[in-house]
């Protein structure tokens, strides 16, 4: 192997005592909080030692440093042994080990970007291949740097199908700088995993994937430090370390046997167990660290003050929709900063992501329908503010994505999710296609920003505005083409709606965003004829919802709302109006929503059919206003 050099048994030897103090450390963390994985943080024990302090070359000073090597802890339940890593590397002191999973400290049961050396928070299994594929995707393609991605995954949550759909994007992008470490334990939660230690059905499987992988001692250093070297020096293709270990290594009685996951070792037991390993320790402590230097060749970037590179330019009354207008509003962000980036799912010439490659073709990842796997690498892409990524997809199938988007909300990410073909107005294609849920399911992620244009203008500012919001963001877009109602530098922010029709007359408030805003300010023109006037509010934000503007305008018009939605009736829409206008005594709200399953039909007969097309709210208002 070239330029390998076996390591001297002094090193060796240095190496074999960190991995037992990471052990004696996971025992007594887990003991002192009295829960815990110390068997599952045992069986990685030498390679965390043999990673953080022989291969990885990374800043203890700035542990977020772009030039350092990334490290994620896939099996997140084996947090102890990492939080014991870092401190034996000097970035605090060993004795606030002993304060895990308690209120008062970060060290909590499952890594979490609280602490500055957790990137992502994992503990969802199955998760943190993706991020790092998307981590080294950036490194290998935008920084064009040396860090690398190491990512340690457990073989219970091999079974996950993001972990292959991960597999494939790593090998399909030759994501050279990416290393996919697997400890095969032989031991899941609750019993025996599948494959236990077949090893040699991990290897054919990782090389199917088109991976280099080499199967390992994983108690062996020097067999590590070779794996890891090799894994350097491989070229246009990843690699996966499959390491055979023990869970509970060297924990006397305990190692290799079942039902001892997520068990402290308390008492006389666990003392036991440290007295037996600390007779193995031949070196007297503390005895020196020494840890790589990052080479300095991340390039800085800021990704603050994000602009479209023009206005908008559309004249009112145009027809267009709005997932065409987001796909103009991605290229004229990506125009104007190298840094903006498109991800989707093989419906990027639906969603109009795919405008992106017309700026910079290399700014477009495509994830093929793996939309699990497309959501993590974006977290992975946006961490360290490396990138500003948008994620398209059709918004029903973000729903399956949905563990890795909360997971992010907990990772603190920052990544812009666009839904297109939400609602029965996509017409023909069905109940499968059409997204009724999704803005129940981003309104209930924490620190979520949800926009729903209902314009080109709208939505052009909507991806604006995302590019600079901390946290995660969805704009909703729509299939039909709907007419332009805003000028093109009308001014439009987070949190404030827009009245787009009203009168000093008006008995009734109408809210309705996208297709359905369109529809009431029909109803509204209907009415109108019949003497009868509705003002209309455009929301803008579903998430803050503007609750002034709500409450001034409904009491104006005698406090009557009629919410219409092109969503089912939980969590869109009317209930976040609900929610604004629960503590007023004088304000009654009737919901206009989807209420069934769907069926497939042209837009306008499917808009009629669910009650919330222009000729039903004037039914409803009519009704409304009388009783």
């Excluded at 330029?3 to 004696?24: D, F, G, Q, V, W």
């Excluded at 666990?270 to 020494?290: H, S, V, Y």
């Excluded at 909703?476 to 093109?488: A, H």
């Amino acid at each position: 192997m070239s330029n390998y050099h076996k390591p001297e048994a002094k090193a060796i030897a240095k190496l074999e005592e960190l991995a037992n103090l990471l052990r004696i450390h996971s025992i007594n963390a887990t003991a002192a909080s009295k829960s815990g994985h110390p068997t599952s943080c045992s069986s990685m024990a030498e390679i965390m030692s043999v990673l953080f302090f022989h291969t990885m070359r990374y800043k203890i000073s700035a542990p977020r440093d772009p030039s350092s090597d990334r490290f994620i802890l896939s099996k997140g339940h084996a947090a102890p042994i990492l939080y014991a890593a870092w401190a034996e590397a000097g970035l605090f002191p060993t004795k606030d080990l002993l304060n895990l999973r308690q209120l008062s400290s970060d060290l909590e049961g499952h890594p979490t970007p609280r602490l500055n050396f957790v990137d992502v928070a994992t503990g969802s299994l199955g998760q943190g291949l993706s991020v790092a594929a998307g981590m080294a995707y950036v490194g290998k393609y935008f920084d064009k740097a040396s860090y690398r991605a190491y990512c340690l995954i457990g073989d219970g949550e091999a079974a996950e199908g993001s972990i292959w759909e991960a597999l494939h994007f790593a090998s399909y992008y030759k994501l050279d700088n990416l290393c996919a470490i697997f400890d095969i334990n032989r031991l899941g939660q609750s019993e025996p995993t599948s494959l236990q230690h077949n090893m040699e059905v991990y290897r054919k499987r990782l090389e199917a994937f088109g991976f280099n992988a080499i199967v390992v001692d994983g108690h062996d250093v020097e067999e590590l430090v070779k794996a890891f070297h090799e894994a350097e020096q491989t070229k246009n293709r990843p690699t996966a370390i499959l390491a055979k270990t023990f869970k509970g290594k060297n924990f006397v009685n305990i190692e290799d046997l079942d039902n001892w996951h997520g068990k402290a070792i308390i008492g006389s037991q666990g003392q036991e167990i440290i007295k037996n390993i600390q007779a193995m320790l031949k070196t007297p402590a503390p005895f020196d660290r020494k840890i790589a230097a990052p080479v300095e060749d991340a390039p800085k970037i800021s990704i603050t003050n994000i602009k479209l590179d023009t206005p908008p330019s559309y004249k009112i009354g145009e027809q267009v929709a709005t997932r065409f207008a987001y796909g103009t509003a991605l290229a004229k962000l990506a125009k104007n900063h190298p840094r903006v980036i498109g991800l989707d799912g093989d419906t990027k010439n639906s969603t109009f992501a795919d405008k992106i490659k017309a700026v910079d073709p290399n700014r477009f990842v495509e994830g093929y329908i793996a939309e699990q796997n497309i959501v993590g690498v974006a977290i992975g892409a946006a961490c360290r503010d490396r990138t500003v990524a948008f994620v398209s997809a059709f918004a029903a199938f973000f729903s399956r994505a949905y563990d890795q988007i909360r997971m992010g909300a907990i990772s603190q990410t920052n990544v812009n999710f666009v839904g297109s073909h939400c609602g029965v107005s996509i017409g023909e294609d069905g109940p499968s296609q059409m997204a009724l849920e999704d803005l129940a399911m981003f309104r209930a992620i924490p620190g979520s920003t949800v926009f729903y244009p209902s314009d080109a203008v709208s939505t052009e500012r909507a991806a604006e505005l995302a590019a600079n919001t901390k946290g995660i963001c969805f704009i909703r877009t729509s299939r039909p083409n709907t007419p332009v109602i805003y000028k093109n530098d009308e001014p439009l922010a987070i949190g404030k709606a827009k009245v787009v029709r009203s009168s000093n007359s008006d008995q009734a408030l109408l809210i309705g965003a996208g297709v359905t805003l369109h529809e009431s300010v029909k109803a509204a023109d209907i009415l109108a004829k019949s003497g009868i006037n509705v003002r209309v509010i455009d929301p803008f934000t579903i998430k803050p919802i503007d609750q002034n503007t709500i409450i001034e305008n409904a009491v104006q018009v005698g406090g009557k709302i009629i919410t219409v939605e092109d969503h089912y009736p939980e969590g869109g829409l009317g209930e976040a109006v609900l929610s604004a206008v629960a503590e007023h005594p004088n304000i009654v709200v009737r919901k206009l929503a989807v209420k069934e399953v769907p069926r497939s039909g042209k837009p306008e007969e499917l808009l009629h059919h669910f009650g919330i097309d222009a000729q039903s709210i004037v039914k409803q208002t009519e009704d409304f206003i009388k009783h």
